[in-house]
């Protein structure tokens, strides 16, 4: 365990004397963009396919938007913030045809680098500046004063200089507020698949829907299952958010702490199996080859998962109880 880095630890030069290249301007290109560009990193280009949705978006913002080659071309530094599971072709398509020699390559997330979707040229440097948080998070939490924690690393120094670079594009997006550490692309990308499948997405999901299905099936009304299997997780996350789990126990009914204590030991017997085997297959590379092979097959398998999703009783169950909350207020 390292301590943090604060904005006072960081030089902000290399980022600021940079010409910057952020390709993509989803939630992630465009809250990096804005909170770099508020920070005093002002060579800012915006790199899009032809006819991207975001194009005018981003010249709304005030920022020279070009195609994804030229954008390339022109740039010091790449901060490719794009989907992580199409890094490669943009990488192979429109990126190495056209960067200049010695130009870094910036990502936010491990993925590309692990799983090998790009092979990063030796001139490059290659960094991973991941600001901890949903793309939309990193602005506004920029915007009321604060920032999420970063976490930096570098795959390769060919310049001598990665570390810096790192460092002070991660304080540019405002983590210097919160603290900065080092991690490595390999944690990095396995943490972020882990929590994402075990607990934030997989595992709370399914928790929810499976609950929703077994209350239903004891009789109970669709709009109570909902508020008491989804609904209310957000209240929950509140908490945790501001306290943590200890915290958040302190704050509800003794009796929702006591059942939710006895009932720990069963749900961890059944589900760490099941996070035994998601390690394996994300560590081995197996998630990643397949989320990959689906995306080149225009993500079939994901639209069929949504289809799915959305078919689920309790979407119904939650459409209309927000339907409900919208008309009162």
Request: aromatic fraction near 6%.
């Amino acid at each position: 365990m390292t301590d943090a880095l604060y904005e006072a630890d960081i030089d902000s030069g290399p980022i600021e004397t940079r010409t910057l290249a952020i390709i993509g301007y989803g939630n992630h290109g465009r809250s990096h963009a804005l909170n770099l560009r508020d920070m005093g990193a002002t060579k800012i280009v915006i790199g899009l396919r032809e006819g991207s949705p975001s194009w005018a978006k981003a010249e709304a913002d005030g920022f020279e938007t070009l195609a994804v080659a030229e954008a390339a071309g022109r740039a010091d530094a790449v901060a490719l913030l794009a989907a992580d599971e199409a890094h490669g072709e943009i990488w192979r398509e429109h990126v190495a045809p056209n960067r200049p020699r010695g130009q870094a390559l910036i990502v936010c997330h491990g993925f590309s680098i692990e799983y090998g979707l790009i092979d990063p040229p030796a001139d490059a440097d290659v960094i991973l500046a991941a600001a901890k948080g949903p793309g939309g998070a990193v602005r506004s939490s920029f915007e009321k004063g604060g920032g999420l924690v970063g976490f930096w690393a570098v795959h390769q120094d060919a310049s001598g200089e990665a570390e810096a670079l790192a460092k002070a594009y991660l304080a540019g997006l405002g983590c210097g507020r919160a603290g900065i550490f080092p991690t490595s692309f390999r944690e990095e990308a396995l943490a972020d698949i882990l929590g994402e499948q075990a607990v934030l997405v997989g595992g709370m999901c399914t928790l929810a829907k499976t609950g929703f299905e077994a209350l239903t099936a004891a009789g109970i009304s669709p709009r109570m299952a909902y508020i008491d299997t989804v609904h209310e997780l957000k209240y929950l996350a509140d908490l945790i958010h501001e306290r943590g789990i200890t915290g958040m126990h302190e704050a509800i009914s003794d009796t929702a702490e006591f059942g939710g204590h006895e009932v720990e030991p069963a749900i961890a017997a059944a589900v760490r199996p099941v996070f035994d085997r998601i390690v394996a297959d994300v560590t081995s590379g197996d998630f990643a080859r397949r989320w990959v092979a689906d995306f080149e097959q225009d993500r079939a398998g994901l639209k069929a998962f949504r289809k799915a999703g959305a078919e689920h009783p309790s979407e119904a169950a939650g459409a209309e109880l927000r339907a409900l909350l919208t008309r009162g207020r």
